[in-house]
C-alpha cells in the first residue's frame, strides 16, 4: 500500500467514527465521511491532476469536526471566533498526525496542515485551492440545507452569505460555478445570480 493509500484509509477511518448520519443517493454516510468524499469529487472536477499533497488537505479538511462543537463556546461574536481557531488547529494537527503515521515526510506533511490551518490565506496557493473547494462544496450541497434551517432570514440577509461565500472563492473558481461545473441549488439560483450581480 502506497503512503497516500495509507493516508486516505486512516483519514476515512477516523471520519467514519462520526455518529452523526446524512443521507445521499439512497445510502446513510457518517456525516464528515460524506463531506470529505465530497470535498475529494470537487477536487477532482476541479483540478483533475491535484498533487497528493493537495488531496489530502481537501480530505481531511474537516477531519472528527464532531469533537469540537460550536455550542462547547460562547455563543457570540468572540466565541465563534475562538472556536473557528481552535478548529483549524484541531483539523490540521489530526490530520498531520494521520499522513506522518502513512509514512510522509515533513515537509509534506507542514504543507498539508497549512492548507487545512488556512493559513496565509491571500498568498498561499495551497490555501486558496482549499477556500475554493470547500466554498464550491458549500454551494453544491450544503447552502439549500442552510436555507432551511434559516427560514427567518430575508433576501438581503442571503443576499450577504451568498456574497461572502462567492468573495472566498478565486476568479477561476467563480468561473467554474457559472460555466456548469457545480450543480446549483435550483430554488436559490435567481438570488445567487443577483447575489453575484450585485
Not at 445521499?24 to 476541479?46: I, V
Request: proline content about 5%.
Amino acid at each position: 500500500m502506497s503512503n497516500f493509500e495509507k493516508a486516505i484509509e486512516l483519514i476515512d477511518a477516523a471520519n467514519s467514527e462520526d455518529p452523526n448520519k446524512e443521507t445521499a443517493d439512497g445510502k446513510e454516510w457518517p456525516k464528515e465521511l460524506l463531506y470529505s468524499h465530497r470535498m475529494s469529487d470537487m477536487l477532482d472536477r476541479f483540478l483533475p491532476d491535484a498533487d497528493e499533497a493537495m488531496k489530502l488537505a481537501m480530505r481531511a479538511q474537516h477531519i472528527q469536526r464532531w469533537k469540537s462543537p460550536r455550542d462547547a463556546y460562547p455563543m457570540d461574536r468572540i466565541g465563534y471566533l475562538k472556536w473557528r481557531k481552535d478548529l483549524y488547529k484541531f483539523h490540521a494537527d489530526t490530520a498531520g498526525e494521520l499522513i506522518t503515521e502513512a509514512g510522509y515526510d515533513e515537509d509534506f506533511v507542514e504543507r498539508v496542515k497549512t492548507a487545512i490551518a488556512k493559513k496565509s490565506i491571500k498568498t498561499n496557493a495551497d490555501t486558496r485551492l482549499l477556500e475554493n473547494i470547500s466554498a464550491l462544496v458549500f454551494i453544491e450541497h450544503y447552502m439549500l440545507e442552510f436555507a432551511g434551517k434559516h427560514p427567518e432570514y430575508d433576501e438581503a440577509k442571503w443576499i450577504d452569505i451568498i456574497q461572502k461565500t462567492w468573495n472566498k472563492m478565486s476568479d477561476e473558481g467563480h468561473e467554474f460555478a457559472l460555466s456548469g461545473g457545480i450543480k446549483l441549488p435550483e430554488p436559490l439560483i435567481p438570488l445567487i445570480q443577483k447575489a453575484v450581480a450585485g
